[in-house]
Structures are given as C-alpha cells and as structure tokens.
C-alpha cells in the first residue's frame, strides 16, 4: 500500500493550498480516506474524513468552513482543500486510509509520509 502525499509549501496567512495523495495498493473506494496534521512539538490530530463513496464527510472543528475534502475514485486520489489558512494551520499533513471512520491515530491500518504545510504571519 502506498499513499503519496503531495501539495504542501510556504503560504502567507490567508492564502490557500491545495494537497493531493494518491493512493494505490488498495480497493481505493472501499476506504475512508483522511487528513491528519502534526504541529511541532504536538501530536498528530484529526483533520478531515471523507467516505469511500464521497457522501460523508467530517471536519475537525478547528478547519470548519475553510478546509474542503474531496476524492477521485477513477483516480484513486483524495485532495484537501485549504482556504483562509492561518498560522496555527502549519503543520506536516498525512493522509490516511482506513475501512471505516477514525480519528483515533491508532486505529489507521495505513499512513501516506506526510507533506508540509508552512503559513507565515
């Protein structure tokens, strides 16, 4: 299985990025995919989930109304789109894939290598 996470870079407070992960190795449809975020010196938290058909999603409240998950089945891809970020947003992104809802990180069977998402003030 392998979840390749791409999209981060430097961004000014109020700007947006756009990350992708491509998955492949699994039944893409089948799994929930995932964004998680770990801020230096924090650990990894639930961001976004988005279910294998794409009718459910869930935000963290923290990224309510800016952030926007979406997926791709054909291209067995998931994308995270970022709007009005903010400092505290800065953080290493990682997609996740998981057989059902989790925002527990123990509970993921399988981790993208994450991608860094930087915002300055």
Do not use: H
Request: hydrophobic share 35%; net charge neutral; aromatic share 12%.
């Amino acid at each position: 299985v392998q979840l390749q996470a791409s999209g981060g870079g430097l961004v000014q407070a109020g700007g947006s990025l756009r990350l992708s992960c491509a998955a492949s190795g699994i039944t893409f449809s089948m799994y929930y995919m995932e964004w998680f975020r770990q801020a230096p010196g924090k650990e990894r938290e639930f961001v976004v989930a988005i279910s294998g058909d794409g009718d459910i999603t869930r935000y963290a409240d923290s990224v309510k109304g800016r952030f926007t998950i979406s997926r791709d089945n054909a291209k067995t891809t998931v994308y995270l789109q970022m709007n009005s970020l903010k400092p505290e947003d800065t953080a290493v992104y990682y997609c996740a894939a998981a057989y059902t809802f989790q925002i527990q990180t123990g509970a993921i069977p399988y981790w993208g290598q994450g991608t860094l998402v930087t915002v300055s003030s």
